[in-house]
């Protein structure tokens, strides 16, 4: 069973359009997040979510917008892609905010 | 500002041979330390964490780690190591109570494994 599972796991798209990223976790985490990794292999938290409640917002553009219809699911809007948006997202949970974090296969976003 | 440092961009080293890679890191409390692994193309895999405790402590794969707190260091070693081993290693150090569980992340250490 996935622990944490991403969809889509590719995305290419045009500037200006909107997509959604999907993330779904099985291991009863209470916390979620999503870390961006750019081309040079950076990962930078976005957001973190603890029950549904919103924690972290680490100076994302307000074109992203996380949305946690419950304590499992965590995912990732984002409006007027830009080429600078194209990057691998990961999906990340973890139990409570005190433990490891476990992660997603990621999403590897390009914006053509 | 917390932050990660891993110092080496990319090492390679022979397979069977040992292998140490290097994190210095600066937080402001006891520091919560890990390393992940990714392989190309897929998500990161836990190796170990750090959290109190054993200052040396051991993890999936063969690897272990070393916390000194007088070097803010946490480096990795595993003493023999196999092809399969090649990946991007990333250091990581959490904030938990009060910053919402967040890692922060070193720029990673590339390992390719010669034949």
């Known amino acids: 069973d996935t622990a944490v599972s991403q969809t889509p796991k590719y995305l290419v798209t045009q500037m200006g359009n909107d997509k959604s990223i999907k993330c779904e976790q099985n291991?009863?985490?209470?916390?979620m997040y999503w870390y961006k990794q750019d081309s040079k292999k950076f990962l930078k938290i976005m957001f973190s979510?603890?029950?549904?409640?919103?924690?972290i917002n680490e100076t994302v553009p307000n074109r992203f917008s996380p949305k946690s219809p419950d304590k499992a699911h965590l995912n990732l809007h984002i409006n007027s892609l830009e080429l600078g948006d194209s990057a691998v997202y990961f999906c990340?949970?973890?139990?409570?905010?005190?433990?490891?974090?476990?992660f997603g296969q990621g999403t590897r976003l390009t914006v053509v | 500002a917390q932050s990660v440092t891993q110092p080496d961009i990319h090492i390679t080293v022979s397979e069977g041979a040992s292998l140490e890679l290097r994190c210095n890191y600066s937080?402001?409390?006891?520091?919560?330390l890990f390393w992940y692994v990714q392989s190309p193309g897929q998500g990161l895999q836990l190796l170990l964490k750090?959290?109190?405790?054993?200052?040396l402590v051991q993890g999936i794969k063969g690897f272990e780690a070393e916390f000194k707190r007088s070097q803010s260091s946490f480096n990795l070693r595993k003493p023999s190591v196999h092809w399969s081993d090649a990946a991007e290693y990333f250091c990581?150090?959490?904030?938990?109570?009060?910053?919402?569980?967040?890692?922060?992340f070193g720029q990673g250490t590339e390992l390719s494994v010669k034949p």
């Open positions: 979510y603890n029950n549904k409640e919103l924690i």
């Open positions: 990581a150090v959490a904030g938990f109570y009060n910053q919402g569980g967040k890692l922060i």
């Open positions: 291991l009863g985490h209470d916390t």
């Open positions: 750090y959290f109190s405790g054993d200052t």
């Open positions: 937080y402001g409390a006891t520091p919560y």
């Open positions: 990340a949970s973890s139990h409570r905010t005190a433990t490891e974090a476990f």
